[in-house]
């Protein structure tokens, strides 16, 4: 018998020498990226545009348009797209009631355009699929889409296309 570490452990029977087992170097644990999935049960009504613009009806002009706009006819619930902290809840004119969740990677998410009672608190930490808000009119810049969500995305500060970031299926 041989000792290891302390403990006895039986030779190979086979004869051959004890090899030493190549160390591999410490790795830090992999990362798993974070997933965004769709905020809403409902389909895309509005693309992120920042080079072209649309006609926006509300505001009665040509505009671009930095974020996503969804429409749901069956569920009026907003999703946190993914796991993170609500970091703001307020109201303004052009973005009506908001809820901003900051996520992993520098990215946040600003959901506009919700009804101003929020199941959610300024410190909360939310899980993705978790009910933050019901889609509205509130957002003044858009009021004549109905209810409907208008989802922003934010990378190190800077507004991004939320396609870059999103799954595109169900919650």
Do not use: R
């Not at 170097?25 to 693309?47: A, C, I, L, M, R």
């Not at 006819?73 to 970091?87: F, L, P, R, W």
Request: aromatic residues 8%.
């Amino acid at each position: 018998k041989t000792t290891i570490g302390g403990g006895e452990q039986d030779k190979p029977s086979d004869g051959e020498q004890d090899k030493p087992t190549p160390s591999e170097p410490d790795k830090e644990p992999e990362k798993q990226k974070t997933v965004f999935n769709v905020p809403v049960n409902g389909s895309v009504t509005n693309e992120y545009s920042a080079s072209s613009v649309f006609y926006n009806q509300s505001l009665n002009k040509y505009q671009t348009h930095e974020a996503m706009d969804f429409k749901s006819e069956t569920d009026n619930n907003v999703y946190a797209s993914a796991n993170g902290v609500v970091k703001e809840i307020d109201y303004n004119m052009l973005d009506g009631y908001y809820v901003v969740l900051e996520h992993e990677d520098g990215i946040v998410t600003k959901y506009c355009s919700l009804a101003a009672e929020a199941p959610v608190k300024v410190g909360d930490t939310v899980k993705g699929g978790d009910v933050i808000g019901t889609m509205s009119d509130s957002m003044g810049t858009e009021c004549l889409d109905g209810n409907h969500l208008h989802f922003e995305v934010y990378k190190n500060g800077e507004l991004i296309n939320p396609i870059e970031v999103l799954v595109l299926n169900e919650k």
